[in-house]
């Protein structure tokens, strides 16, 4: 399956706002379907088949967390990326640490919002059917709810240090490619290698007893990474 004709849902209750990102998503190959409010995406949610959510957090009949963490305590995998004026870091952490695929605040470029849609897809895709959570050693990836614990404690890694580590765990045991790498975390297998070697050394940094002698995170010389 490939990310183009998938179904979005875009939760959003600025009519305008909604019609113009569900035109942009269409224009892109992806089936789009419309909500105003977090009871109307219920409706959409139980009629069809919906593969990304990009939700609003400011609805008017409930906030859109509600809608979030609901999806994520039934055990939903599907990718949700917010999309919010709400700019502050606390409400961030707040929207990541409740299962959030990704979020993009107010106002937005349409060219990274697509890039991130696309990323989120891509995740949605590989996660169906995988284990919500992976263990190395003492180290708990939960892809769901994107938390990470090393010895029961938790570890907080940023959107793109998270994507990294998943996009590994998603291989536990096999080598994964520079190139796949790039293409998953940044987008595009031309980016450059030298910030996955830099991202790649702040996750050890993370979840390594000791980062300069890695034994979760091993690299597999001239072809890429591998989380035990």
């Known amino acids: 399956m490939t990310v183009n004709a998938q179904r979005v849902l875009v939760v959003e209750d600025d009519r305008p706002l909604r019609s113009t990102l569900a035109a942009t998503l269409r224009a892109e190959g992806h089936v789009t379907l419309e909500a105003a409010s977090v009871e109307e995406a219920r409706r959409r949610l139980s009629e069809a088949t919906v593969d990304l959510i990009v939700l609003d957090l400011g609805l008017p009949d409930v906030d859109g967390m509600e809608l979030l963490i609901e999806l994520r305590a039934a055990g939903d995998l599907r990718p949700v990326l ?4 709400r ?21 937005f470029g349409v060219p990274e919002l697509l890039a991130r849609i696309r990323s989120a897809l891509r995740h ?23 938390l990470v614990r090393k010895a029961g404690l938790n570890v907080r890694l940023p959107r793109r240090e998270f994507d990294l580590l998943a996009a590994l765990a998603l291989e536990q045991g ?5 190139e796949t790498l790039l293409k998953e975390v940044w987008g595009s297998a031309d980016a450059d290698i030298r910030n996955l ?26 072809f890429g990474y591998r989380l035990v």
């Open 82 to 85: 917010v999309l919010t004026a």
């Open 87 to 107: 700019g502050d870091e606390a409400a961030k952490v707040a929207a990541l640490d409740a299962g959030a695929d990704d979020y993009v605040t107010k106002p």
């Open 124 to 146: 949605g895709v590989q996660v169906k059917g995988a284990p919500p959570l992976v263990r190395s050693g003492d180290v708990e990836i939960d892809l769901v709810r994107r």
């Open 174 to 178: 096999c080598p994964v490619s520079h």
């Open 197 to 222: 070697r830099v991202f790649v050394g702040q996750v050890r940094e993370k979840i390594e007893t000791d980062s300069a002698h890695p034994t979760l995170l091993l690299s597999e010389p001239g």
